[in-house]
Every structure is written in C-alpha cells, then in structure tokens.
C-alpha cells in the first residue's frame, strides 16, 4: 500500500466472532407474557455489526424480525405471535464485517 503522508500506520487483521449473551429475561428464565420482547447484547471489537443484515434469529425455528441498535449494541427480538406455555429455544447468527460468525442457542420458559 502506500500514503501521500507521513505517519505511523497499523494493519489489524479482526479473527473474532461476534460476542452476546441473553439480557432479558435471561437464559432459562420462567415468564408469564406470552408476547415478550427479547433483549440481547451483541458486540464486535473490531470490524463491527453495521446493519440487522448481519443477524439472523429463529424462536422454535420460526424466523423473525432482528432489530439491531448499533449505538446500544443491543437486540431486539419480539416473536411473530403469542408463545404458548413451555419451553422455547431462540438460535441466533450474528456475523461482523469480517466474515466472523457466532451461533448461540438460549432457552426460556413461557408459564
């Protein structure tokens, strides 16, 4: 490469996925509301998550809409129709600019 000006410059090479765990109601939580809203953290230290392109969710394998606050490095998660009682299991995908993939797995339970 080259520079029309004088500096010191650094080349880093982002290897690592993405990073989240489930803020609320929490891995293996017991609810009562059968229509929650799912909050996750989702971070990347370097490439970043630029868009809600980049994520992919399913609740009980039914796809549904991820909305990614990049400013927060939150996500938002609510299912297409009320859950019935029992356990669920949400799976998300998150890739960086980079191409770094992570996949989770985290269960809940509907009373």
Do not use: C, M, Q
């Amino acid at each position: 490469a080259t520079t029309s000006r004088n500096g010191v410059f650094a080349l880093v090479r982002d290897n690592e996925p993405p990073t989240t765990r489930f803020v609320r109601p929490g891995e293996g939580a017991k609810i009562n509301r059968r229509s929650p809203r799912l909050v996750f953290a989702l971070a990347d230290n370097l490439s970043g998550i630029t868009s809600d392109t980049l994520i992919e969710a399913r609740i009980d394998g039914e796809w549904v809409i991820a909305e990614y606050d990049v400013d927060e490095e939150e996500l938002l998660l609510a299912p297409n129709r009320p859950l019935t009682s029992g356990a669920h299991t949400i799976k998300l995908r998150a890739r960086d600019r980079a191409g770094n993939e992570t996949r989770k797995s985290f269960k809940f339970i509907v009373r």
